[in-house]
């Protein structure tokens, strides 16, 4: 059996979740765990973190209806879902279906929502773009529209969020626009007596330092996992990465001076040393782009990687270590004194954690602990 595995601490997860929750003063903390857990295994992640009772997520939030479904079918009944996506009208029998609710994102859904006949309360969440450009009803028309939407009296708002496009870099001139922005609705609102339920904006960037965004509860994404979303953010609430990832040693060879490793040719040996390869390559989430850029961890001691990084398989020169088949390799993680982390290989591929995470693919068996 392949020993390629990504180890996924759930101790760690709930230790990252309940410092978030500490350090926003116990306001609910929405636990975003779109695309798998980001990597981590969405039905592991909820399940463990249900175990935490009174103090577990008040929702989950999903990028796809169908995520949302697949948590229900694991027995995760009693905590609401948020789709972020837009809502597609045909979908909404499987919203009431399974008690999930839906993001409201324009005026085309408002209008398809205005049309049907609901026999019950149909719960949903109303995403403002105050600046995000992505998807939302756009800020100057969020009152208009939702006055709109409430036309229909079935519909019942839940919950106003919007998503922050700079809240994890160091200038946050545009992020304090963005929440004006949507702080003016909100009073708009207010002033008409609107009822729209828990008002969320704090991703993870303004979880750590946009208190003032924080309002009825916040959503963990990235923080939850053991990063911080960016190297311009403050590192104000401790995080312990989530996600080992562990191979071991497939072959050694004693390859003399000189010697071209792997595609292309791109490594020679400096000079008489012990190559070994790893049973992991890009079809399990090693970016080609790593390619004699990055190390591993064997016996408490890093070994450069060497050769092009091919789709099953990567080489490391370990000198004449004392290293034999079988051997742990870690290639993100700790041993005693030595660690490697995701933001190691960001500042290499000029990336961010989340598509490193993400990207550890299907074919890594994940085991938790």
């Known amino acids: 059996m392949r020993l390629t595995r990504a180890e996924i601490s759930l101790s760690n997860l709930k230790f990252n979740y309940l410092s978030i929750r500490k350090a926003v003063k116990n306001k609910p903390v929405l636990a975003v765990v779109k695309a798998d857990a980001y990597g981590h295994g969405l039905i ?56 999930i609710i839906p993001t409201i994102t324009s005026l085309y859904e408002i209008t398809k929502l205005n049309n049907v006949n ?17 998807v ?22 839940d919950g106003i969020y919007t998503h922050f496009a700079t809240s994890d870099e160091k200038n946050k001139s545009f992020a304090i626009i963005q929440l004006n922005r949507f702080n003016e609705i909100i009073d708009v609102l207010r002033e008409k007596k609107i009822s729209f339920g828990n008002i969320h904006a704090a991703n993870s960037g303004a979880i750590l330092d946009l208190p003032e965004s924080h309002f009825d509860m916040v959503r963990a994404g990235i923080s939850m996992y053991g990063y911080y979303p960016s190297n311009e953010t403050s590192e104000s609430i401790k995080l312990k990465p989530v996600m080992s990832l562990i ?10 001076k000189n010697t071209s490793v792997s595609y292309g040719r791109e490594y020679k040996t400096k000079s008489d040393t012990k ?21 591993c961890i064997i016996k408490n001691k ?17 000198g004449n270590a004392p290293v034999k088949i079988g051997d742990k390799v870690i290639l993100l993680g700790n041993s005693k004194s030595e660690n490697i982390n995701a933001v190691d290989w960001c500042g290499i591929l000029k990336t961010i954690p989340y598509e490193i995470t993400c990207g550890i693919s299907k074919r890594v068996l994940r085991k938790y602990n």
């Open 118 to 134: 609901f026999k019950k309360k149909f719960n949903v969440h109303i995403n403002i773009d105050t600046g995000m450009g992505r």
């Open 302 to 318: 890093k070994h450069p990687q060497v050769g092009t990084i091919t789709m099953d398989r990567i080489m490391f020169d370990i």
């Open 136 to 157: 939302g009803i756009p800020s100057k028309n969020a009152v208009k529209l939702i006055l709109e939407l409430l036309k229909n009296r079935m519909i019942q708002i």
């Open 275 to 295: 190559i070994i390869s790893v049973p992991i390559g890009y079809a399990d989430g090693i970016n080609r782009g790593l390619t004699n850029k990055m190390f």
């Open 44 to 99: 592991e992640v909820v399940a463990a973190l249900e175990k935490l009772e009174n103090k577990k997520p008040p929702y989950y939030g999903v990028a796809l209806l169908e995520e949302a479904i697949e948590l229900r079918k694991a027995k995760i009944t009693s905590s609401p879902i948020l789709v972020f996506a837009p809502l597609k009208i045909d979908e909404v029998d499987f919203y009431q279906k399974h008690k």
């Open 247 to 256: 191979s071991e040693v497939a072959t050694i060879s004693e390859v003399p």
